[in-house]
């Protein structure tokens, strides 16, 4: 079996866009992948367009290490989010076409299933006016949905500092959350990478009477040394990694012990594989494995592979029931991510068990916008152009 084609798809919402890929083969199997973009669609597709002929085309899709390791260093420059992205998208695809090929689940394939179902976190729920009534109700509706666990960015568009005021409301709206979802869901709280460490380690104080469950990106990714030094003094636990995209970038956050919930992204970070081999890394020094996902019904049903056999997995990440849940209808399959009590069932059907619904997808086209997450209310999940 070879690849012979490459067609990437993209379904475009206010916020995000997000980019499927088709890889055909000469034996009839499709297999499809996704990844979110959020303001470098263009750059994505211009990598999958140089890429294919390059790398991808005339491929084996069962000898995955072996495209994977030529994509990421026949370039010579190193592997970012634009490159790991387009490696992702091509790796996950080709997972799905192995499982298609042996009838098999993409879990199997990477180890089996270590558990019965995968707990999920839900984001994107607070698209309401930054006060802590409304914050109040719209994490209620959370957990009427049956969701045990909830993540909120509540510092609006703050970066470094904050004026006292500020400060104040954003204590406010977690303490709102607490109330409204009582003490036994697990509240996340998210910082964007927004704070200097003074400000990080402040906050991190002021937020522990409402007990969340981890602060997340307190400082800037690009230091870890400073990730470091805030970890050494608080006594939440620390995820990050979303914005690290190599085994070699985690090895050194590792090193320095400055995280306790590792949130590699799939799907920038080169896919399936290399994540599996990035949670082992993380579970030799006892740190738990949450990936990072704001992506479709292909992204998450690929991360839920991953979790499935992965043994220092925690909590699975999930947009798609509170903002933009139309997106839903992308895709279908018995392997289709749905959360039900607080949990998604372990992925049916072989290869990532989901399709992608084409016209659909082409009803939606990708759109140009820009998000940004330091602009006064990035919360309602609205693009600017």
């Not at 005339?58 to 370039?75: A, N, T, W, Y």
């Not at 910082?191 to 981890?214: D, V």
């Not at 799939?266 to 494995?289: H, N, P, R, W």
Request: aromatic share 8%; hydrophobic share 45%; with cysteine.
């Amino acid at each position: 079996m070879i690849i012979t084609d490459l067609t990437p798809l993209v379904l475009g919402t206010p916020w995000r866009n997000l980019v499927f890929l088709k890889l055909e083969t000469d034996e009839g199997l499709v297999g499809v992948s996704e990844a979110r973009s959020v303001n470098r669609t263009e750059a994505v597709l211009a990598y999958l367009a140089a890429a294919k002929g390059k790398y991808v085309l005339g491929s084996d899709p069962m000898e995955i290490e072996k495209l994977v390791h030529r994509m990421f260093v026949g370039d010579f420059a190193r592997v970012a989010d634009i490159a790991g992205m387009g490696i992702a998208l091509v790796e996950i695809a080709c997972w799905d076409l192995v499982g298609k090929a042996l009838d098999q689940p993409v879990y199997r394939l990477l180890g089996g299933a270590v558990r019965d179902r995968i707990k999920a976190y839900a984001n994107g729920w607070y698209t309401v006016e930054r006060t802590p009534q409304e914050f109040h109700v719209a994490a209620r509706r959370v957990v009427d949905r049956g969701y045990l666990a909830l993540k909120l960015d509540p510092f609006g568009a703050g970066f470094y500092e904050l004026e006292p005021k500020q400060k104040r409301l954003a204590i406010s709206l977690v303490e709102a959350v607490r109330d409204a979802v009582g003490p036994d869901v697990e509240i996340l709280v998210e910082m964007h990478g927004r704070f200097s460490p003074a400000t990080a380690i402040e906050m991190a104080h002021e937020l522990k009477p409402f007990r969340p469950a981890w602060v997340e990106e307190p400082v800037p990714p690009d230091n870890a040394e400073m990730l470091a030094k805030v970890a050494a003094k608080i006594d939440i636990p620390v995820a990050t990694g979303e914005r690290v995209h190599t085994r070699y970038e985690v090895k050194h956050l590792l090193e320095l012990g400055c995280v306790d919930i590792l949130q590699t992204d799939i799907t920038q970070s080169c896919g399936l594989l290399e994540g599996k081999k990035i949670a082992a890394m993380a579970d030799a020094q006892y740190v738990t494995f949450a990936p990072h996902n704001v992506g479709g019904p292909l992204s998450t049903a690929a991360c839920l592979h991953l979790a499935a056999c992965t043994t220092n997995f925690t909590i699975q990440e999930h947009f798609n029931d509170f903002v933009d849940s139309w997106v839903k209808e992308a895709a279908s399959g018995p392997g289709y991510p749905e959360v039900k009590d607080g949990y998604f069932p372990i992925p049916g059907g072989p290869g990532l068990g989901v399709g992608l619904n084409e016209d659909f997808i082409r009803e939606h086209p990708m759109k140009e916008l820009h998000f940004d997450l330091f602009a006064e209310d990035w919360h309602r999940r609205i693009g600017r152009p």
